[in-house]
């Protein structure tokens, strides 16, 4: 079964802390690493992606990692906000027959203390 | 303003009643899909459709029934044969092309009671 491995459960960080968390994942046809955050009562919304013909990609003060060889990836919130506290799931999706179906990490919840 | 569009936002259900979810799309994606959320768990997938008329069963799919026949909507049915019911359901779709993301409702909170 595909499966995509996220880690911590949770995550608890000071205001301005650079909170980070893992992903791993095990099928190489994979070829698209989203992010998505979500708010309790909400849908999960993209946050940023990556394709693996890159190893970082930024946006504001995100941050994704990806390491092909290693098959892992990871998202970094530089000098986080009590805004961003939310729970963070990776996922990982593939061309051929099931294009744009996602395989979900099981979530990291963030606290950011103020 | 595209997007997806989840009915009701909060349900309740008597326990041995049958109850369906709406989802419905205007983004014009041919792929939609369905996803259990139970609190401080991940998304699991009930079914999913990547063409009208068709539609696959996720990794939960017992006790769960859909349809795909028009491209916008995808309801979910959660039958009395499903043994907990109660959870966050999500709709999301997508377009069929190489990895490309999900896109969301805002999500069908379900409560037996």
């Known amino acids: 079964q595909q499966q995509v491995k996220q880690s911590p459960q949770s995550l608890i960080v000071q205001k301005g802390g650079i909170p980070i968390i893992n992903c791993a994942y095990e099928?190489?046809?994979?070829?698209?690493f989203p992010w998505y955050q979500q708010f309790p009562g909400k849908g999960p919304a993209l946050l940023i992606a990556?394709?693996?013909?890159?190893s970082e990609k930024k946006e504001g003060r995100f941050t994704i990692s990806f390491n092909k060889s290693a098959k892992q990836f990871s998202l970094h919130i530089m000098d986080s906000q009590p805004g961003d506290s939310a729970t963070y799931f990776c996922a990982a999706s593939m061309m051929g027959i099931n294009a744009g179906k996602s395989t979900f990490g099981d979530g990291t919840t963030l606290t950011v203390k103020p | 303003d595209g997007g997806i569009t989840q009915s009701p936002k909060y349900l309740f259900r008597k326990e041995g009643q049958n109850v369906t979810l709406s989802c419905e799309q205007n983004l014009n994606h041919d792929a939609m899909y369905w996803y259990r959320q139970d609190p401080g768990q991940g998304l699991r997938l009930i079914y999913y459709s990547q063409i009208v008329n068709d539609f696959q069963k996720g990794d939960i799919a017992e006790g769960y029934s859909v349809s795909r026949e028009k491209k916008e909507s995808f309801p979910l049915t959660v039958t009395s044969a499903q043994k907990n019911p109660t959870a966050f359901y999500l709709c999301?779709?997508?377009?069929?092309?190489?990895?490309?993301?999900?896109?969301f409702g805002q999500g069908t909170r379900l409560t037996v009671v």
């Open positions: 099928n190489t046809a994979f070829d698209y």
């Open positions: 990556i394709r693996p013909d890159v």
């Open positions: 999301a779709s997508s377009i069929r092309q190489r990895g490309t993301e999900a896109f």
